[in-house]
T-cell receptor
Framework: GEDVEQSLFLSVREGDSSVINCTYTDSSSTYLYWYKQEPGAGLQLLTYIFSNMDMKQDQRLTVLLNKKDKHLSLRIADTQTGDSAIYFCAESVPGYSSASKIIFGSGTRLSIRP | EAGVTQFPSHSVIEKGQTVTLRCDPISGHDNLYWYRRVMGKEIKFLLHFVKESKQDESGMPNNRFLAERTGGTYSTLKVQPAELEDSGVYFC??????????????FGQGTRLTVV
């Protein structure tokens, strides 16, 4: 089946690293994504990783993928107040055509404390 | 280039009324998706158009929901009659077919629907 799970809340101190974890169930996932939703805004694609990779780094963001355990994580280094948002983990599941559908988790609300 | 736009941004309607949400995808994108997030839960897939054809509508909750994409450009999602549990944020996304499994979908701002 298609299911993506993540914890609902995370609170970190400004300047620390944030690690948001996610598990998924569909082994046929080809791409895994992290989306960010700031208050009052739409969904913004933060980063993605292809399923045959185990790590991707992009400035302050590091994505780790453990395909065997179907575990994905997003690390934000030096967390800032502007990082406060809901972070959605998502997987791309092959659909009926060459385009896939995206299955989302429930989102992790990241809050930053001074 | 304009992104995915959705209209209206907010809608408050009474139970039993009809509401129509509109989505304009990025020009040239053949794939159009509707998603819904209800009460802080996960963002759930509703359906997927490829051009004007419904490719996958497995996520549509019931027959009170009708989606169309005449001409393969913009799409509408009609809820008739609306029920209280239909309240939530409805997101639209579009993407360009580039090969199996590679779906970089661009999302709109969402329409917040409140049924009272």
């Amino acid at each position: 089946g298609e299911d993506v799970e993540q914890s609902l809340f995370l609170s970190v101190r400004e300047g620390d690293s944030s690690v948001i974890n996610c598990t998924y169930t569909d082994s046929s996932s080809t791409y895994l994504y992290w989306y960010k939703q700031e208050p009052g805004a739409g969904l913004q694609l933060l980063t993605y990783i292809f399923s045959n990779m185990d790590m991707k780094q992009d400035q302050r963001l590091t994505v780790l993928l453990n395909k065997k355990d179907k575990h994905l994580s997003l690390r934000i280094a030096d967390t800032q107040t502007g990082d406060s948002a809901i972070y959605f983990c998502a997987e791309s599941v092959p659909g009926y055509s060459s385009a896939s559908k995206i299955i989302f988790g429930s989102g992790t609300r990241l809050s930053i404390r001074p | 280039e304009a992104g995915v736009t959705q209209f209206p941004s907010h809608s408050v309607i009474e139970k039993g009324q009809t509401v129509t949400l509109r989505c304009d995808p990025i020009s040239g994108h053949d794939n159009l998706y509707w998603y819904r997030r209800v009460m802080g839960k996960e963002i759930k897939f509703l359906l997927h158009f490829v051009k004007e054809s419904k490719q996958d509508e497995s996520g549509m909750p019931n027959n009170r929901f009708l989606a169309e994409r005449t001409g393969g450009t913009y799409s509408t999602l009609k809820v008739q009659p609306a029920e209280l549990e239909d309240s939530g944020v409805y997101f639209c996304a579009s993407s360009l077919t580039r090969g199996k499994g590679n779906t970089e979908a661009f999302f709109g701002q969402g329409t917040r629907l409140t049924v009272v």
